[in-house]
């Protein structure tokens, strides 16, 4: 069964740290490129990043540039999104998602991410 | 960058009549790279369409998708109880975009 399952969200203050990770199965991780969606409470989907299969080719969305980090390790297949000098406005589910060709065809449960004091 | 406006914002209908819910985009995009997804209160989206008009796998086929340019449609031709959810557009010019979602709810 194709799964993807993250895990690592909580409660961090503004400016801290945070790191999401994505434990992919059932398919053949390096061949699929990888993305992070999020979802603000009560909000649409907004996409925030993703990197190819090689791990070689990486994309953001402005509002996260110099502060956010997407990686995969293709040996463990898994995704991880490190978050640092973290907003009120970057409270969110995370969604880890596998790509097709320019879309997304599978996604996790998503983990929460709460910033606030 | 390119912008994706979903409307209406919520559509009101009874379970059995047909959904119609638009996306349309700032500038003309490929309609290869055209998706729909299906969200429900408190899980993950689901892919619907892409590439416009191709059902993903296990999608019923009442769900279909059309248009090109800056105009497309996702059809729903009769609704069923579990149809009733948020649906979201997607498109890749040089990054992902989604829309901002049509609210399908039970009249």
């Known amino acids: 069964e194709v799964q993807l399952v993250e895990s690592g969200g909580g409660l961090v203050q503004p400016g801290g740290s945070l790191r999401v990770s994505c434990e992919a199965s059932?398919?053949?991780?390096?061949?699929?490129?990888m993305s992070w969606v999020r979802q603000a409470p009560g909000r649409g989907l907004e996409w925030v990043a993703n990197i190819n299969g090689d791990g070689n080719w990486i994309l953001y969305v402005d509002s996260v540039k110099g502060r956010f980090t997407i990686s995969r390790d293709n040996g463990k297949n898994s995704l991880s999104l490190q978050m640092n000098s973290l907003r009120a406005e970057d409270t969110a589910v995370y969604y880890c998602?596998?790509?097709?060709?320019?879309?997304?065809?599978?996604w996790g449960k998503g983990a929460t991410v709460t910033v606030s004091s | 960058e390119i912008v994706l406006t979903q409307s209406p914002g919520t559509l009101s209908l009874s379970p059995g009549e047909r959904a119609t819910l638009s996306c349309r985009a700032s500038q003309s995009v490929s309609s290869n790279y055209l998706a729909w997804y299906q969200q429900k209160p408190g899980q993950a989206p689901r892919l619907l369409i892409y590439?416009?008009?191709s059902r993903a796998t296990g999608i019923p086929d009442r769900f279909s998708g059309s248009g090109s340019g800056t105009d497309f449609t996702l059809t729903i031709s009769r609704l069923e109880p579990e149809d009733f959810a948020v649906y979201y557009c997607?498109?890749?010019?040089?990054?992902?975009?989604f829309g901002g979602g049509t609210k399908v709810e039970i009249k």
């Open positions: 059932g398919f053949t991780f390096n061949k699929h490129a």
């Open positions: 997607q498109q890749f010019g040089s990054a992902f975009v």
């Open positions: 998602a596998r790509e097709g060709w320019y879309h997304m065809d599978v």
């Open positions: 590439a416009a008009s």
